[in-house]
């Protein structure tokens, strides 16, 4: 690899040159590791943590394959994925369709009931449903995540719902004018910002997607400060304008921005793409959000 050797910027960190030929130092000298086992290696280095002191492993296993793009280094191959049961077993989600006779108002079947996904369980259903009913499928969420099961306790206990919050969009025009936010400020503010990324509403009942996008903000940011270390002040989400109005999120009280650059978050070509336009809209989590995310002391 004879590419000089750059600084580089990447989730709200600035990498020196230096850090960075350290980075390559450690994948050419860490012989028979794995891409994951490279990434803690380099947040041990070079100390990048979450607020909570949990390494962003994460993050740096997409700065890596970053710079392997931009042939500064060469990572190992991937691993074959060997899935560990059998495709079968997603079947029952679509077979049981506990929530498909469902109808009618959000009101006959309160109480509603959130659970935060953390057991295997959870996740394993949180994953089925979205990867059969989402539109988008699932993915690994990038950086931080929270996932919601919810439920409907009328006539029966049902799933109802997932909601999903995860990191946020690292440049977003019309978020960035709308907030105030230069690049500098947004690099420090960044992490104060969740990203609504999959909401999946599965029943035929009326008002019931607004009923727990409002149900689950209530709850977000403690869970996100539990999790995280960090208090969120502003939830955004992207809605599909070709597929969506966002009703929902406007019957929630979220604002509406305006629309993205149609650019992926990954996006080195500065292309804008008609298929890729999404309407961008905001929840704040805290009074004068606006003024938290520009100001250079955070409030408690």
């Known amino acids: 690899m004879g590419r000089a050797i750059?600084?580089?910027?990447?989730?709200?960190?600035?990498f020196t040159p230096k850090e960075v030929a350290l980075i390559?130092?450690?994948?050419?000298?860490?012989?028979?590791?794995?891409?994951?086992?490279?990434?803690?290696t380099v947040c041990e280095l070079l100390d990048w943590k979450r607020a909570n002191t949990r390494l962003k492993a994460r993050e740096c296993l997409d700065l890596l394959e970053r710079l392997e793009d931009q042939e500064v280094l060469k990572l190992p191959g991937k691993k074959e994925y060997q899935p560990r049961k059998p495709a079968t077993e997603m079947m029952p989600v679509e077979q049981e369709r506990p929530w498909a006779d469902l109808t009618g108002s959000v009101g006959a079947f309160a109480p509603l009931e959130l659970e935060l996904v953390k057991t295997p369980e959870q996740r394993r259903l949180f994953r089925q449903l979205i990867a059969q009913y989402h539109y988008l499928g699932y993915a690994m969420p990038y950086g931080a995540r929270l996932q919601y099961l919810a439920y409907v306790t009328v006539p029966r206990r049902a799933v109802a719902a997932c909601i999903q919050f995860s990191s946020p969009a690292w440049r977003m025009k019309v978020r960035d004018q709308?907030?105030?936010?230069?690049?500098?400020?947004?690099?420090?503010?960044?992490?104060?910002?969740?990203?609504?990324?999959?909401?999946?509403?599965?029943?035929?009942?009326?008002?019931?997607?607004?009923?727990?996008?409002?149900?689950?903000?209530?709850?977000?940011?403690?869970?996100?400060?539990?999790?995280?270390?960090?208090t969120p002040y502003l939830a955004e989400t992207l809605v599909d304008r070709s597929r969506y109005d966002g009703g929902c999120y406007r019957a929630a009280n979220w604002i509406v921005l305006g629309e993205t650059t149609g650019r992926g978050r990954m996006d080195r070509n500065h292309e804008r793409r008609e298929d890729r336009v999404k309407?961008?809209?905001?929840?704040?989590?805290?009074?004068?959000?606006r003024r938290r995310l520009r100001e250079m002391e955070i409030e408690k």
């Open 6 to 14: 750059k600084k580089q910027q990447f989730c709200g960190r600035e």
């Open 24 to 40: 390559k130092e450690v994948v050419e000298t860490c012989n028979g590791i794995s891409r994951t086992e490279l990434a803690y």
């Open 178 to 230: 709308w907030i105030g936010w230069d690049d500098a400020t947004r690099g420090r503010r960044l992490q104060h910002v969740v990203n609504n990324s999959r909401f999946l509403v599965l029943p035929q009942i009326r008002n019931l997607a607004s009923k727990l996008l409002s149900a689950v903000l209530k709850r977000l940011p403690s869970d996100w400060e539990e999790a995280y270390a960090v």
């Open 279 to 289: 309407t961008v809209m905001v929840y704040p989590l805290v009074k004068n959000a």
